[in-house]
């Protein structure tokens, strides 16, 4: 049994501009592949990305390093007397 060779053409792409003209040669059946992987992915990426809030920093902001008032602590030993 003899084993066929083919060539293959690789292209480079590194801009959205260049990557929109490939998928304009592609065959049809091959953008339906890519549509179909472009779903998936999507799918499964949120398009945000949602950090957890910095309590400590907006406590900061909102009262300065050293808050008026009694500290927590004596709060709590004044409540269990």
Known sequence: M???CSRVKL???STLRE??????RLPAGQLDELAFW???RRARK???SVSEPD???RA??????????EP???????ARG
Do not use: D, H, R, Y
């Open 2 to 4: 003899k084993v066929g």
């Open 11 to 13: 292209e480079l792409m």
């Open 19 to 24: 990557i929109e003209a490939a998928i304009e």
């Open 38 to 40: 472009l779903e998936q």
């Open 46 to 48: 949120p398009t945000t």
């Open 55 to 57: 309590f400590l920093a």
């Open 60 to 69: 900061k902001a909102i009262w300065g390093e050293t808050p008026a008032g």
């Open 72 to 78: 927590l602590s004596a709060l709590v030993s004044q």
